[in-house]
């Protein structure tokens, strides 16, 4: 019942080019180890780079060394490879070097064409610029005698143009004379969008710019593609990466830029709901993961203590501030202290819950997620309830889907998930919420 | 001189929808209930839920119960009454599902239209979308001989397409060929929404969407239309509620979906100007109410203190930081510490003052509010200036606004409005202001 | 490569009204000072407000005054000079008030035209709205002789419509029934914004409409226009107003409103690069700038503590947190916690730096920034490396292209430049990035 997207897949996790040109110093060697990544290692969608990283005397060399590559390691990729060639709104001379370079690229003579599944356009402006694009790969569809439409683009938004076009994407790619269906992510360029923008920072890093990624994951909502976000530069910086995952899912921004192969296995991860799920404390600024251990969980900390002091009388410290409590008023304090990370088994749980009400008659059911947590040695029993109706079992399907998704079309990565996960959960999961 | 309101109301406080359906067990009981709450209990709108909460196959019997609810105690419910019944912009016969829920609840026959003030259609996509429930309920006000535009619509914003169609809205509203002015409530539906972006958070928890908010906001300020923000699910936290609505009154959103009776209470005071006013300390990252003892504002915490060492002579210790000032100095520091959080009382004597000084000929005065500090038993008298221009005065009318709509529309709120306030202070609040 | 600017100018600094209106007590006299500003403490633009600050009935009186302190000292003002006339959307009166207020002062028998850069016309609406400006002043500069565009037009966007309208402007700037490429700022007018949006907050304080700053960024971005933050009310707080740029500048908003020559002063050099460069220390919630002692970075605070304990071993304390570690983890702790602010010097240095190495045919290059810490007196060497490629050398362009915009515009600014930096420093920066 959601808008049809352009593409069978509806995430795509990671969107690999890396920092180094495919032309150059030792360019034909790093791109062939990219190109023979396989399982977590492997990249959804692989980018070789012709436009930023390669200067531009070399970039005619770089055509060739990607169809070298692509026609040797390209039939066991495991993932999709979509080239970025060069572009620029405001440059007709690039764009139409743009408009060769795919062509190349894409001659059946070459051998590369059969696994190449689209481009990447940098720099592109108002939609009739992208337009103009779509039209290069149609013209090259046509001399190349491919199906219309079968090669996807992605575009760069790095420019204030782009990302305004982003809002007329849906009702622009239906017309008879464009194919812009065949578009599939919407990147976001930050560097480069920040200087359109004239944007500063003290110290050169980039900013954060959270409406331009509202915006993109809006209309790749809206317009069936993929939103994913830009490269994130500080490379040993692991946590940081994770972090920006984080806030990029709750934008629905499914994936990211890595520019390295370890950037790759951790952004290929993250997405994914975790094996075991966990109790958080969170605190005014913190937020602590507790200790499972036998079932309960245990804190061990000393940014909260608790204490009995009589049958039905307790003494809560949260943060220097001491209340002292009764057993009911304690569960409601720990309560709101208190969430719970689901794993994929507990989704998978709550959603055939829900499917089987749904079934018997029932809109709304609730949900409870009980454990015990132990504070000093102080034990306490809680249960948290959560109504689940319609809406809240389709936004629970998400991580799932995202599961189906990868599960489905990256047979390299079936151990992975299923030494992650156990088999008996790949199997509940790719079963449930799918006669919808 | 704003822009014009499709209707006399500008300001919705409470979007009531009880969590459990019209049909089912007990949803009789629970109708009849909703439908006899008054005073501050009862909400600004009520919508009774025929979708979401209602399984598909109880849907005829949620029209039934509705509609005798609804006739029998329409005439004496104090707000508006707006039933939500489906549609789904990717689905046909959902949307004919929902025209015939609404031709059957607005027949004559069954004595409850002259009750319903309007429908609440969810899950709409693009404009022209929304068009298509307006059409329905043109051809339902033409079959039934009601006047054209009478019954409104108001819509839940769940999809990216929706979020992007409130931008064309004002342009398409006025055309001929459509009753758009039918339009009152834009309301964020953020469950489904989270859906529909493809967007997670680890704990199943909502996003802020706080890019949403201000787009709906926006779009309802521009089409004339009212913002209500989406259900705060968490039916506990009172204070968390609270703070959801100060977030959104600040982007202009100034009403909130409710979910029960007490949530409705909160709702409809959380936006009245409050009785009394009272000082802030504002640290670093704490907000504290000074406690007012005989006009002074006393400071009994240990986050700050001050000692007079001298003649002219004062050390401040904030933060752990201290430092030694003299007189003046000391009343600039606590001038930036403090804020003041101005009373009905005081709005009104400012917009009185104000108003004066325009019809001598001042386009701007100095608008003072002093008071006595005292901190660890040493007293300072402060007083903050502020400029006021038309457009301060303008921007402090909209709580006043926000009062006189309220005692306007909801004649059974008087009782408890005196009482809050006073008479004196009611009275005056509903002269100020109304010769613009 | 960019977007082509309606103008020569690409950045605007300040935005000069002050609070009091050129009709009324004083109103010759303060006009008069603020025509004579010179060097930093003259705005890029002043505008004389006829508007807001202006009651209604000394507007005709404000014009004379304009009219007479423009053509005695608009010859030798070194900013630009952008009067604000009545204006609004709603009310056709007042535009046309306008139109006879811009047609007063350009009239040529007054002699202030020659200094008049443009108009700012403030409550503007919809696109069509804007038009109607447009139009008004097209006719004006029939009239009375001059060139069709040599009259900019500014707009302050105080209304979810104008906030909309900005989205369209790129597509409707080049039809030949409008001129409206004579665009010139965008301002947000955050106090009428907030009225027409019905926005609350309980101190009466402006909120923070990041949201809005962000679309204006863009939508000057993609029109070729400036985008210029609104007023700063608490004119006693510097700190604030340098802060409040820090934001804007990081979304793109080069401009600020300044309400006094004090903070027009402030707005003039908070954009420049500063003369030298420093090393922060980033705690938690905290930024520390070590102090620079013979090139040493020298810490002296008590959040942070470091211990050699050993030949390759040492305990180094954040936060209360203590870890022990080798040499090798002691330097990517440390490099984490440090970031630089480059210094005018430091960014031309890079930019020459690669300049080279793209003409030597590399694509990418890394830059290395290296320091010695000092804490508690041990002594640490640290080197971060940044990856420059195309786009980070363009985004690092956007402080020297400001610096440069501002050399060439603001002759009388030279001095106070020069004694800032240096003349070497001056001139390098003035060669840098301008064959491109």
């Not at 023979?36 to 012709?50: E, S, V």
């Not at 520019?259 to 605190?283: D, I, R």
């Not at 049958?311 to 304090?333: C, I, W």
């Not at 749980?349 to 609730?366: C, P």
Request: hydrophobic share 35%; aromatic share 6%.
């Amino acid at each position: 019942m959601s808008s049809d997207r352009n593409y069978e897949r509806e995430f795509v996790r990671t969107f690999f080019t890396s920092p180094t040109a495919v032309s150059g110093e030792n360019s034909a060697k790093m791109l062939q180890s990219a190109a023979q990544l396989r399982g977590m290692q492997a990249p959804d969608t692989w980018i070789p780079d012709n436009e930023d990283a390669t200067a531009p005397s070399m970039r005619a060399e770089g055509v060739q060394n990607l169809v070298e590559v692509v026609s040797e390691h390209g039939a066991d990729f495991p993932g999709e490879i979509h080239p970025r060639v060069v572009w620029h709104r405001d440059d007709p001379s690039t764009r139409y070097e743009g408009f060769k370079q795919m062509l190349e690229i894409t001659d059946p003579e070459n051998g590369a064409v059969e696994h190449i599944d689209g481009f990447v356009i940098p720099e592109v402006g108002d939609l009739d610029d992208w337009k103009k694009a779509d039209e290069f790969i149609t013209i090259i569809e046509h001399e190349h005698g491919l199906d219309e439409g079968s090669l996807s683009m992605s575009v760069i938004i790095e420019s204030g143009e782009a990302e305004l076009a982003m809002s007329d994407l849906r009702a622009e790619k239906g017309k008879p004379s464009n194919n812009l269906e065949r578009l599939f992510l919407l990147v976001d360029g930050q560097v480069d969008y920040t200087k359109d923008m004239r944007a500063m920072t003290p110290t050169g890093e980039l900013p954060a710019w959270a409406e331009l990624r509202h915006n993109t994951s809006r209309g790749a909502s809206a317009a069936g593609c993929i939103a994913v976000d830009g490269p994130y530069d500080d490379i040993r910086d692991v946590e940081g990466y994770r972090e920006r995952m984080v806030e990029n899912r709750a934008m629905g921004m499914t994936g990211i830029w890595a520019l390295t192969p370890g950037q790759v296995v951790t952004a290929n991860e993250a997405p994914l709901p975790p094996k075991t799920g966990s109790w958080l404390l969170e605190l005014d600024d913190d937020e602590i993961e507790l200790d499972a251990e036998d079932g309960r969980q245990v804190y061990d900390g000393d940014e909260l203590s608790l204490e009995q002091v009589g049958d039905d009388s307790y003494v809560l410290r949260v943060d220097g501030e001491e209340q002292e409590l009764d057993a009911e008023e304690l569960h409601e304090e720990l309560l709101d202290l208190t969430t719970y990370v689901p794993s994929m088994d507990d989704i998978v749980d709550s959603m055939e819950e829900f499917e089987a009400a749904k079934e018997a008659g029932k809109g709304a059911i609730a949900m409870t997620q009980a454990t015990t947590l132990v504070i000093d040695g102080v034990e306490v029993d809680i249960a948290k309830d959560r109504m689940w109706d319609e809406a809240t079992y389709q936004a629970a399907m998400t991580p799932v889907a995202l599961f189906q998704d990868v599960y489905e079309h990256r047979p390299d990565q079936h151990d992975a998930l299923e030494e992650m996960y156990g088999e008996g959960i790949v199997e509940r999961a790719m079963a449930v919420g799918t006669d919808d």
